[in-house]
């Protein structure tokens, strides 16, 4: 990284297909000059999640991104200037940096977060990704000891957690990922009891021998097919945990929904609920109390792929909605 240039990644046509590195282009540019009430950060860690792609699809949680600009995305990043009151130079901040080396922002748009090491487990495990994991299983989920999860995108940032939080609560755990191998590893490496290859056919019967208890808890990271046959198998008073959908983030979105709704919620007694983690931000100590010392007991292993580079993003985002990523994908800059 060069102190003087200020490298971007612009995302310069939103996708109507798959997301492609022709959607991208690299420029550089002038640092700015913080203004009176901002801060100027130096981005160190930039995290890729598959909500980057959705944000091209229009708004969510957040604005959609737009054509032309800087790509979004939330980082770690270090002040190193500042006429932001409360912010000094040296102070760790977590805020929407976008793909860049450099960026002024507001003090209210950014969170100071301790140094932690390895400092990318404030992206990973204490971040966004372990928050998610830990309230939509534990607070929306609600599991019982002795209960069946089943969880989606298993293999990614959010899944490894909730595998690995579900265990601890004492439940059977499922996860359904892409690929042999990746079925294997959740498995052998990471304590699910069982996983299921959703790229292979038979799913639903697959489903059903690794959970042939019926599911108590489906923590639902993909929508489409793998909710579908995960709904039929739902144990009475059974919860949903409606996180994300990353089978209509890339591409047209499908025609079609998840069959037997709402027939087989009312019949079931089902809670389906989507929630956002930020709903969850003012008890933000209590889940980073008890995910840090899972992690010093042992019990929770943090799973990253950090690829190095910022020229490397684009790849980087369009490998993990192709399911290249074990864990939590970060940039290093
Ligand atoms: N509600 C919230 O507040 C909140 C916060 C953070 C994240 N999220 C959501 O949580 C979900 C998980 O995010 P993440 O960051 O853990 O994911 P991630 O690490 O980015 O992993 C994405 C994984 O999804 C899988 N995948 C891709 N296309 C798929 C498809 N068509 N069907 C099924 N799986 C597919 C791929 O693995 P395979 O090899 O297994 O296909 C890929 O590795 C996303 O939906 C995200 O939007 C929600």
Sequence with gaps: MNDSINRQILLIEKPTGKLGPEHFKRVEGPVPEPK????????????LDAANRAWMQGATYRSAVEANSVMAGGAIAEVVASKAAGFAPGDLVFADTGWQDF????????????RVEPMTYLLSVYGIAGLTAYFGLLDVGRPQAGETIVVSAAAGSVGTIVGQIGKIKGCRVVGVAGGPEKCRWLVESLGFDAAVDYKRDGLFDALRDAAPKGVDVYFDNVGGAVLEACLAQMNVRGR?????????????PSTTGPRGIPGLIVVKRLRMEGFIVTDFFGQRDRAVTDLSAWVKEGRLKVEEDVIDGLENTPAALIGLLAGENRGKRIVRV
């Design 103 to 114: 960026v002024a922002l507001p003090g209210k748009q950014m969170t100071k977060v301790p």
């Design 240 to 252: 949903i945990a409606c996180c994300g959908a990353i089978s209509q983030y890339d591409g047209a």
């Design 36 to 47: 009176e009430g901002e801060a100027l950060l130096r981005v160190r860690y930039i995290s």
